[in-house]
């Protein structure tokens, strides 16, 4: 059996390690139980002066005892052993103390501990600027602050999404009897706690509830609640995030009790709670007191050593000094008494405590030592004695000599803070109450109320009355019950207790400047003299002075540390507590892993994946994709040996010189209806739709009421009152909000209809000198005579027997179909084009041809060659934009603004570098004159740039300040590797500048 | 996350469902042309940005599809209504 574990308390042997060593626990204990049952005193050292450090607590505030888990893929840094329940093989390490918690390096800077004030960090390593990345890399792995794995996570992780009457946060006495009062009424309660089992302090109580011992009341209680069908009980699950609307996250541990990587599905869930009503009984943090080297591996908080007896049976020293203002701690006298342990004296800050429990320790013959504070703990590693001194009874002097008392464990007890953590998210201010020395929660801005410890109520029964009537409240104002209590009063014993002392920080002989450190926040190395300096050097508010001295900012953030941190500022402010103010408490209560908040929306299930009809295609040919928006779109199809390169240089001269085909189904499609179509249309695009004739097509563009281009597409008069609207593949979901938009909020009385049809349809565009010949092979009932069917009609017709709509349209500037099936004949229609095609080497191309081509054209992409600042005359597009339509389309004053209508804004025009086979960067910036000095004047920047096998040179397409009226001149594009890129600016227009191709 | 009420689906839904339409009841001008730079501006650019109560627009996207409004106080969150575009809001501000 380990040196600290009580002979009473037996378990199933548990094998762990820690930094590497061996060691034994049992059944029950957390990783900080069974490492104090085994004597071990350092766990890590401090972020700043490296000092040694021990467990300081048991729970979700403890500071010091900071361990990774395992190592590779799997590994976790960051947990606190406090919470971490051990199992068999478990392996933890300091997260803190390179390159060993016993030897520090860092240690010799902690011996320079008074060159490292408050804002030492931004006193010193902020100059040289360029070298903070070397000190910040330092500065890290010195501190430690754990080490990420670098692999994927193995683990799986899950979201559940979940409604309920009352949520009722921590399943202490309060919550437990508020979870059954609301259950009791028919309610559908979820009760969410932390820990391994509930019951919280009971757990590690001495008192008799309902006269039978405490933790036996749990079970029963526990049991009872399990029988309700409506009550769902989660353990391990800590509730860290109130959101608005009475929305909070549950981060429920399934699996991490069991070992690192969970065997059995997913390791932790996510719940997503949307509660009617919320109960918040989170229970309180025991401060600690602020004195000398009050960090020493084996100060703890008193009812820390309670626990750790009680729950744990490990008594984590032998020689016992308590420490406090208050009567609650000398509970811990009693429980290191009753195992047989020497108490050497409760100090008490108090000059007349007389409470019942004092007068029990009292009577076991324990020394009292009243009117004292204890001043200072020594030792290095561990506490080897205390100093005890008088104090005024303002607590703010020594009074008298110093008597030293050798002990190996000091228990300290400054009194308790509510966690109010949760109210606070909400916005509720917490606000300071002299009564309880602590801040309780502010009024509630959403439905919730906070019961028992978490509300400042800190005795047994009033936890017990209060948690009962809030169950009540909540279920009642969620429709169940009326509000009155089911259950009969519980009987628990009752003590009477005297005021405590609030009291912040323990005088010393020396002033606070000179004394040995009086640590505040024990993870960040904050100490009461840092407090006061940052005062001295002119901090007055609380959020300025928790910056500049890190206060609350390690990843306990502050829980034990704030009140005491914020009581000394406001002491040397000289202003009360509650002028002072706090700091505001943010999600999330305690760490949480990104596993969890990923959930399962990783890897392949990242972001959904549409594909087309004719997608598996694609694939059987090689293709490689391209991501455009959700879709999964063919990006080029490189044959055996070939370059992307040479791939799309061979698809766009088949274009060029026969005929290619292009899977162009991603393109949204919008179905119009309605006796004010046409209308409607005609004010939403720049030219006008209102004598477009069933049969014919127009290409329009669509502005933003600012006059800035959005999206462009054909649009198809389908029949009367009845189109079809091409967008951008990206714009589909865009495009149809904002038709949406007008028709439903500005223009009701408009009757027209939109359906989004994007996916109903398969879109195979046939384009190149040849295309006509393909079709023809394929669809015999339509005339394809350029004269009956020209460039920019539709016509419906049979393809391969399938019903077909087949678009006279281009985007390559040659002769093009696009030919429109259901989507169902996506494949059929595709293959049949291919076989008709085979004569002719009909060559499938990708996106990447696709854009080389229309850049060719000097046609534009929204969004590329536009970036929502780009007005139609931007983009040389005036012919565009009807002058003579009825209606202000919307956008159309805006052409008309100062801004828009200046002669210096950046412009479309082609760029060719006069090394032709020099390709652009695209996004690179263009300037006038190369050898100006940096910062250079910037006068555009290249928004398409590639090679032209069909020209036999590369060509870009950029905006240039003036640039319409710049052609001829020679620009330069800087590129980061020093060179610069001549370029002439040429139209946009490289290939076929008269049209005449896709005409014929 | 926000819990709202569509006027239209007659539910209370999550705030993934519905996108933000920004503020409601800025009636486009009848003739556009007809206005300087400055009040087109105004209408263009400027909203009344309120500390408090503040009625805006919300399109239940993955819903009903339907646009409609709501008076939501903007410093708590709270929504206090919402009614379908059209309808006047029951609960003003004193700016509002």
């Known amino acids: 059996m380990s040196q600290n574990r009580l002979e009473s308390h037996s378990g199933v042997a548990i094998d762990f390690t820690f930094n590497g060593k061996a060691y034994q626990g049992i059944a029950g204990d957390t990783l900080a139980s069974a ?134 946060v921590g399943a202490g006495p309060a919550g437990l009897v508020a979870a059954r009062e609301a259950a009791r009424t028919g309610a559908r309660v979820i009760i969410a706690d932390e820990q391994s089992q509930f019951g919280g302090t009971l757990l590690a109580s001495k008192q008799q509830v309902d006269g039978i011992a405490a933790p036996l009341w749990v079970a029963s209680l526990v049991a009872e609640l399990m029988a309700y069908s409506n009550i769902q009980m989660l353990p391990r699950s800590t509730v860290f995030g109130y959101y608005d609307h009475n929305f909070l996250t549950i981060l429920e541990r399934r699996t991490d009790h069991l070992g690192l ?55 984590p020293g032998n020689k016992l000094v308590v420490f406090t203002t208050n009567d609650n701690a000398y509970q811990t006298a009693l429980d290191w008494q009753r195992i047989g342990r020497e108490v050497v004296a409760v100090v008490d800050t108090r000059s007349n405590p007389c409470g019942d429990t004092v007068a029990a320790v009292k009577a076991m013959g324990i020394e009292v030592i009243a009117g004292h504070g204890l001043i200072e703990a020594q030792g290095s590693k561990r506490v080897k004695r205390a100093l005890v001194a008088p104090i005024n009874e303002a607590g703010t002097q020594v009074t008298g000599a110093v008597r030293r008392l050798a002990c190996d464990l000091i228990a300290c007890s400054g009194g308790w803070s509510p966690a109010v953590h949760l109210s606070s998210h909400t916005g509720a201010k917490p606000e300071w109450d002299a009564s309880i020395v602590g801040f309780r929660p502010g009024d509630s801005k959403q439905q919730e109320r906070s019961a028992g410890a978490s509300r400042g109520t ?156 004719v997608h598996r295609w694609h694939v059987e040919q090689g293709a490689q994709f391209e991501d455009v928006g959700q879709w999964k779109r063919p990006w080029y199809f490189p044959k055996q040996g070939e370059t992307m390169q040479q791939a799309v240089d061979r698809e766009g001269l088949a274009v060029r010189n026969s005929v290619g085909i292009l899977d162009a189904s991603t393109l949204g499609k919008i179905d119009i209806q309605g006796p004010d179509a046409a209308e409607f249309i005609t004010r939403m695009y720049t030219n006008s739709y209102l004598k477009l004739a069933p049969g014919k097509c127009r290409y329009g563009v669509m502005l933003k009421e600012d006059g800035m281009i959005f999206d462009d597409g054909v649009c198809a008069c389908l029949g009367d009152n009845h189109y079809l609207m091409f967008t951008t593949t990206g714009g589909a979901a865009g495009v149809l909000a904002w038709l949406e938009l007008w028709q439903q909020t500005e223009w009701p009385e408009l009757q027209v209809y939109f359906t989004s049809v994007t996916d109903h349809w398969t879109t195979a565009t046939v384009t190149g000198p040849n295309a006509r010949k393909v079709i023809a092979k394929v669809c015999s009932d339509i005339d394809l005579s350029s004269d009956t069917f020209s460039f920019m009609d539709w016509r419906d017709g049979t393809v391969s027997g399938v019903k077909a709509r087949v678009f006279r349209i281009s985007f390559t500037g040659e002769l093009s179909y696009e ?136 060509i870009a397409l950029a905006v240039v300040k003036g640039g319409h009226k710049r052609l001829g001149q020679v620009v330069y594009c800087p590129l980061a590797d020093g060179r610069s890129i001549a370029s002439e600016i040429v139209s946009s227009v490289f290939y076929d500048p008269k049209g005449e191709r896709h005409h014929v | 996350m926000l819990l709202i009420y569509c006027p239209h689906c007659q539910e209370n839904r999550e705030e993934e469902e519905f996108s933000y339409g920004g503020e409601a009841h800025i009636v486009r001008p009848l003739a556009p042309e007809a206005l300087n730079d400055k009040d087109w501006g105004d209408y263009l650019f400027f909203r009344t940005n309120s500390r408090g109560i503040h009625h805006e627009m919300w399109y239940h996207a993955v819903g009903c599809r339907r646009y409609f409004n709501a008076t939501r106080n903007t410093v708590t969150y709270e929504i206090l209504e919402t009614y379908k575009t059209g309808t006047q809001p029951t609960i003003t501000g004193a700016n509002s």
């Open chain 1, 458 to 613: 800190f005795d047994l029964m009033g936890c017990l009355s209060e948690g009962a009537s809030a169950g009540a409240q909540a279920a009642m104002l969620s429709g169940y019950g009326d509000g009155n209590l089911q259950f009969p009063a519980i009987a628990v014993d009752e003590y009477s207790e005297q005021p405590q002392q609030a009291l912040f920080l323990v005088p010393h002989t020396k002033t606070t400047s000179r004394a040995p450190s009086q640590f505040v926040d024990f993870q960040l190395d904050v100490s009461a003299s840092g407090i006061e300096l940052a005062v001295r050097e002119g901090f007055e508010s609380v959020e300025h002075v928790k910056r500049y001295t890190a206060l609350g900012f390690g990843t306990d953030q502050g829980k034990l540390g704030n009140i005491n941190g914020m009581a000394i500022l406001a002491n040397a402010l000289d202003q009360s507590i509650a002028e002072t103010g706090t700091t505001i408490f943010r999600p999330s209560y305690t760490p949480t892993t990104f596993g969890a908040i990923a959930g399962r929306d990783v890897n392949n299930l990242f972001d959904p994946e549409r594909y087309t009809a």
């Open chain 1, 35 to 168: 490492l104090l049952a085994n004597g071990v005193n350092v766990v890590g050292r401090s972020f700043k002066y490296a000092r040694p450090r021990g467990i300081f607590g048991h729970g979700a505030e403890e500071p010091n005892a900071i361990v990774q888990l395992g190592s590779g893929a799997g590994t976790i840094p960051n947990l606190k052993a406090t919470q971490v329940e051990l199992y068999q093989g478990l392996q933890a390490s300091s997260v803190n103390g390179w390159p060993s918690v016993n030897f520090d390096v860092m240690g010799l800077i902690g011996a320079f501990g008074r060159l490292m004030p408050p804002g030492f960090y931004y006193k010193t390593f902020m100059y040289p600027k360029k070298l903070w990345m070397t000190y910040e890399h330092f500065i890290r792995k010195a501190a430690g602050l754990g080490a990420t794995p670098v692999e994927a996570d193995p683990d799986c992780y899950d979201k559940l999404n979940q409604h309920c009457d009352v949520l009722v």
């Open chain 1, 819 to 954: 030919v429109n099936v259901p989507a169902h004949y996506g494949r059929h229609i595709w293959e049949a084009l291919i076989a008709a095609g085979e004569e002719f080497n009909i060559t499938p191309y990708g996106t990447e041809t696709m854009h080389i081509l229309r850049a060719e054209k000097g046609f534009i992409i929204v969004g590329q060659d536009t970036d929502g600042s780009m007005t139609p005359a931007d983009m040389n597009m005036d012919w565009v934009v009807g002058k003579n339509k009825a209606f202000s389309f919307i956008g159309r004053r805006s052409l008309q603004r100062s801004d828009t209508v200046r002669s210096n804004r950046k412009q479309l025009v082609g760029l060719k570098p006069l090394n032709d086979k020099e390709v652009l960067p695209e996004g690179a910036q263009v300037v006038f004159d190369a050898k100006q000095k940096i910062p250079m004047a910037m006068q555009g920047h290249v928004t398409s740039s590639y090679y032209s096998a069909s020209l036999g040179h590369s």
């Open chain 1, 261 to 315: 990587i969970s065997t059995r599905g997913a390791r932790q869930r996510l719940q997503r709670v949307r509660a009617a009503q919320v109960v918040l009984a989170t229970g309180a943090f025991e401060r600690p007191l602020v004195f000398a080297h009050n960090d020493i591996p084996g100060v703890m908080l008193a009812s820390s050593v309670s626990t750790y007896v009680n729950r744990y049976g490990v008594a």
